[in-house]
């Protein structure tokens, strides 16, 4: 089976909405341009999710919360606790949401289904090295359920993924 059509059958998670999902898209090929690895809806040590979670080659962590309209930013709150599992922290959302309503201190980015751009750059605050481990080990684990699942759909992963 190809990369392809592995990608193709996975499962679509139907808790965002289809603006969110391209806006995920996009970005996610935006941090693959950049050489990051992107897994998506990763559970964090705090209990929350974070929507997009990216690793660079170096350890770096990037978090991307995405907001699909301004009521989504104005109802959800929860992104100031992922600050404590990233480096950096970005929104990203269409071009149809104004960009003012983001906080100053978070990058921005504005996405499609087919590509995004980072409009504000997030500034850097360098993560413990517990917690990157932590956030890191997450990630890996996440990411080889998944494979794993792929592979073998019928197999004993529940919710784990």
């Known amino acids: 089976?190809?990369?392809?059509?592995?990608?193709?059958?996975?499962?679509?998670d139907g808790r965002q909405s289809e603006t969110a999902l391209k806006v995920a898209?996009?970005?996610?090929?935006?941090?693959?341009?950049?050489?990051?690895s992107v897994v998506s809806e990763l559970?964090?040590?705090s209990g929350r999710r974070a929507d997009l979670v990216?690793?660079?080659?170096?350890?770096e962590v990037w978090i991307v919360e995405i907001k699909s309209s301004i009521a989504d930013?104005?109802?959800?709150?929860?992104?100031m606790d992922y600050r404590l599992h990233c480096d950096r922290?970005?929104?990203?959302?269409?071009l149809d949401v104004p960009c003012d309503i983001?906080?100053?201190?978070?990058?921005?980015?504005?996405?499609?289904?087919?590509?995004?751009?980072?409009?504000?750059e997030a500034p850097e605050h360098r993560l413990q090295a517990s917690t990157r481990r932590n956030v890191m080990l997450a990630f890996a684990r996440a990411?080889?359920?998944r494979l794993a699942a792929l592979a073998d759909p019928k197999g004993p992963y529940g919710n784990e993924l």
């Open 1 to 12: 089976m190809s990369f392809a059509s592995l990608a193709a059958s996975l499962p679509v």
């Open 43 to 45: 559970p964090l040590a």
């Open 89 to 94: 922290l970005f929104f990203a959302t269409t």
């Open 102 to 120: 983001f906080p100053k201190d978070t990058g921005l980015i504005v996405a499609d289904a087919f590509g995004a751009e980072i409009v504000c």
């Open 143 to 145: 990411a080889a359920l």
């Open 73 to 79: 930013f104005r109802a959800d709150q929860k992104w």
């Open 54 to 59: 990216a690793l660079g080659t170096s350890g």
């Open 25 to 36: 898209r996009g970005t996610t090929r935006l941090l693959h341009s950049f050489g990051l």
